[in-house]
């Protein structure tokens, strides 16, 4: 059954002292979502696990409103649109061939780091997926093939061999017809 009703969104506790407020789920970020895992799909056909956070760090972009105790190397706080220097390997900010510093969106880098991606994914985006998937049937078939519908361990999955019964006589079939009777001879 489809159930109607208001996306989830709101303040969510993703971390100790991390907060993030979500937007609803809404069908432009559905559509952009699809985009990105239709897109890394085509690039790597075979890569399922970078085609779905593709997907999640594509609702995540479109879908994080706000947050409260998120900070910079310098324990600054932030926001989402907010842009913080990229740190290199050696801790020193990264620089592009210009040698200016190299600026990311904070949302972006809230979406690099694997704690708070995975917190985000499980708390906002998995159950959206859930709920998706639960509207578009994907329940067992009774008498289908999935796995719910497939036969026990140990269940005959066909007849069993006949086997030859030595001086039994043979069932009548469709293309045998039956002895015809005798006639009674004595009439009264």
Request: charged letters at 25%; a neutral charge; proline letters at 7%.
């Amino acid at each position: 059954m489809l159930k109607l009703g208001a996306p989830e969104s709101g303040w969510k506790d993703l971390l100790p002292g991390v907060r993030v407020r979500f937007l609803p789920i809404s069908r432009k970020m559905v559509r952009a979502a699809r985009s990105a895992c239709r897109q890394a799909l085509q690039n790597a056909p075979n890569d399922i696990i970078e085609a779905s956070d593709e997907l999640t760090a594509a609702m995540l972009r479109l879908g994080i409103a706000e947050w409260a105790g998120i900070g910079d190397q310098n324990e600054q706080l932030l926001g989402p649109a907010d842009l913080v220097p990229v740190i290199g390997d050696d801790g020193n900010p990264a620089k592009d061939h210009d040698g200016e510093p190299v600026m990311q969106a904070a949302v972006e880098l809230f979406i690099a780091n694997t704690d708070c991606f995975e917190a985000a994914e499980r708390i906002y985006v998995q159950p959206w997926l859930d709920r998706d998937r639960e509207k578009n049937g994907s329940a067992a078939s009774s008498n289908g093939t999935s796995t719910e519908a497939t036969p026990a361990l140990g269940t005959a999955n066909s007849p069993a061999p006949q086997a030859k019964a030595s001086g039994a006589k043979s069932a009548r079939t469709g293309k045998t017809s039956p002895r015809p009777k005798k006639a009674n001879s004595s009439s009264k």
